[in-house]
Structure formats: structure tokens, C-alpha cells
């Protein structure tokens, strides 16, 4: 790990110069080479202890300097996710105007508060660290970022979750149309009606001899 510290600080000058200051490398350096005098005197016998808190001391300022660097391409990327999910989630409370209607107004709007909150965190944050120097400690880590839109999104999974409304029964069903119903489950046709009956019963009676006297 020494070596590795020794090795970063020179052969990566122009990356670290960019989020840290001359000062801050040096110390880098020399702690380093304290730390390998230290090792090669007392080191190999030293106690866990000991050894845990040279590591500290020596550690510290060289991973802050790394995290910088590192943070210098990773906030704005996760600040871009970020930005673009909202925009996601704007979108889609648009769509669920008219996919959605059983989702109300106020349920949507309820999102985009939501929305707006993080977005006002975003421009806090941005702001904060605006004001700060590139070899001064971050404002905020890209690591903070993802988690602001937990609330938000679980909203929207619950409301994504809401069923539809069930269908209204059909209640203007006539009286006529549900007997007709019935027949037609029975296996029965509706009756005739009084003079057709009259016409059948006529036409099956015998017909009467014009002579009603007997044969001689």
C-alpha cells in the first residue's frame, strides 16, 4: 500500500492536481515514506493495533484525494439518472390521464410534490457544491443520489398497483327481455294467444252431413 501511494502520487500528478493541491500531495508523499522508515524499523513487531492506526493516519488523506477524483465524473452522472427518472416519472403521470383514469388527480399530483422535492434537493445540493474548491471535501457523494427518488418511486408502485374500478351491473334490462330470457333457457316457446288457439280447435272438428236423414 505504500508503494501503491508513492506510485499514484507521481505517476498521476495531472489527474490529482485537478482535485487536489500541491500541499495536499506532498503530505501524501511524505507520510508515505515515513510510514516505509517506520516499517522497516519497528513495523515487522508492531502490534495490531499500532499498525491499524499507522494505516489510518497514513490512509485518510491519499483515499480522500481518490474519492474526489473519482466523484468528479460519478455526481454528475448520477445527478443525470436522477434528473432523467423524474422526467420518466412526469411523463408517465401524463400518460396515466387517460391509460389510468381510475387514477385521480390528486393522486398524480401527489407524485409530481414528490417529484419537485427531489428536484429541490438536487438544486441545493448542486448549489452547495458550486461553492466548494476542487481539492475541498464534496458537498455531497454520487452514492446520496440514487436513494432521493426511493419515495417517489414507491408511490408510483402503489398507484400502479391501484385496480380499475369494477364495471357497473346492467339494471335497465326490460321485463320483456328477461322472460324472454327464461323461455329461451327453458326450452319453452310463449304461448298463443286466444284466437289462434280458437282457429285450431275449429279446424279440428268433424265436418256435419248436408242429409240428416238415416240411409234406407
Not at 458537498?139 to 414507491?154: M, R, Y
Not at 327453458?186 to 304461448?191: D, F, L, N, V
Request: overall charge negative; glycine content about 2%.
Amino acid at each position: 500500500y505504500i508503494y501503491h501511494i508513492k506510485n499514484t502520487i507521481s505517476d498521476k500528478e495531472d489527474e490529482l492536481s485537478s482535485v487536489s493541491t500541491e500541499e495536499q500531495r506532498e503530505e501524501c508523499s511524505k507520510l508515505a515514506l515515513a510510514a516505509q522508515d517506520w516499517m522497516d524499523d519497528e513495523g515487522y513487531s508492531a502490534d495490531f493495533a499500532t499498525i491499524e492506526d499507522k494505516y489510518a493516519s497514513l490512509s485518510e488523506p491519499f483515499e480522500k484525494i481518490m474519492l474526489r477524483l473519482k466523484e468528479q465524473d460519478a455526481r454528475p452522472q448520477a445527478i443525470e439518472a436522477l434528473k432523467k427518472r423524474l422526467t420518466e416519472i412526469e411523463q408517465l403521470m401524463t400518460k396515466w390521464e387517460t391509460a389510468k383514469p381510475h387514477i385521480t388527480e390528486e393522486e398524480r399530483s401527489s407524485v409530481q410534490a414528490k417529484v419537485e422535492e427531489v428536484r429541490q434537493w438536487i438544486e441545493d445540493k448542486e448549489g452547495k457544491q458550486a461553492k466548494k474548491a476542487a481539492h475541498e471535501e464534496p458537498a455531497f457523494l454520487s452514492e446520496d443520489v440514487p436513494g432521493q427518488s426511493k419515495t417517489v418511486e414507491a408511490l408510483v408502485m402503489r398507484l400502479g398497483r391501484k385496480p380499475k374500478p369494477k364495471p357497473a351491473k346492467r339494471e335497465n334490462a326490460t321485463a320483456e327481455e328477461t322472460e324472454s330470457n327464461n323461455n329461451t333457457e327453458a326450452g319453452t316457446e310463449p304461448p298463443a294467444d286466444a284466437e289462434n288457439v280458437e282457429k285450431e280447435e275449429k279446424s279440428a272438428e268433424p265436418e256435419e252431413s248436408d242429409n240428416d236423414e238415416p240411409d234406407l
